[in-house]
């Protein structure tokens, strides 16, 4: 009869506990369904979603027919068109200066006085030889045509008076020379005398520059050859200031350097600011191709992303879609599209870099398109 109550406490204990387990289970579950649903922005699961990203604020342009063209860039060095060494031509002690450097002289104009009294003391010994001569042929030509000279005596007296005139004439050469003149107009560049200097034949006066035109020679590859001609325009940057230059090609070498494989070409500059001078280095675009009919984009529309050339189109103006693009010719403002992009497409050329394919974007005109320029700049760069 004890046996009875020892059975139920072994199967009771178990019983309570799994009922309790199954109460707190339910009660569990149904906190947590609470919590979820309370919960805001709630997903099936309990996760919660994803906050939905603003639209990028950006600028676009329109893809469009036109003209662009390939360059050959070359630095080179401006040049005067003209430049000399100016060098005395007779000995003497510099009288007197005439210029200084920095002035604009015109072609014939005096730069420097040597003085000449000795030249002139010259001059004056070869006009009296000269005259002595001039008479004594005088009498020689009524003697001979009395033949009271011989022709021995008659011819010596023709080549003594033609040697006393060329002494004559080298006389007052010489004493032309002493007072020095511009060879040409332009721009005196260095003065290598002062008054009172004793200088011989042979010694620098003075340096003179023609700077109307500047002159810009580069050597350009001769595969470009044939594509060069004179007279076509030539774009240059100055690497000082960055002040562009507008020239033309003067000249084109007819020959090929051997060593090198290029031709020379020179270029001239007609016109330029006050402060260009000769000396400055400058980045100089010769254009060696040029297509019509391409498709254009601005160069700024174009990004580099992991080695690959790519811009995002705007999609209905709601979406950023990114396309790889095969790039021709480039220069400061365009880009011309070989295959990605086609006429009509609208690029967007500010807030690009902060863009990802897919997103959404908000085109702004005007101010709103400044301020996605400024997005732009604070964007992430190249990849």
Known sequence: MRSTPRFRRTWVAPLLAIGLAAALGACGKDGATGQAQGAPGGAPGGTPAAP?????PVAVASAATGTIASYYTATATLAADKEAEILARVSGVVEKLLCEEGDVVAEGAPLLLIDNDEYAFRVEQAEAAHKDLEARM??????????MVSAEEYDKAVNDLASTKAAEGMARLNLSYTRVTAPFAGRVVTRDVDPGQTVNVGTQLFV????????????????????????????????????????????VSPTI???????????EINEYPDGVRAGDFAEVSIVTERRNNSTLVPKIAVVNDRGEQIVYVA???????????ELGFQDDANAEILSGVTVGDRVVVKGQRSLKHGAAIKILDGDGAAQAAGDTAAGVGDS
Do not use: C, W, Y
């Open 52 to 56: 939905k990203q603003p639209p990028v």
């Open 138 to 147: 005088a009498r020689m030509q009524k003697m001979r045509e009395q033949d």
């Open 208 to 251: 003179l520059s023609d700077f109307r035109p500047l002159l810009a020679r580069v050597h350009v590859p001769s595969k470009e050859f044939n594509k060069l001609k004179p007279d076509q325009p030539v774009n240059l940057v100055l690497k000082s200031s960055g002040i562009k230059l507008r020239g033309r090609i003067r000249l």
């Open 257 to 267: 350097d051997p060593s090198s494989g290029t031709i020379k070409v020179t270029v």
């Open 315 to 325: 999609q209905a103006d709601t979406t950023a879609e990114r396309r790889v693009v």
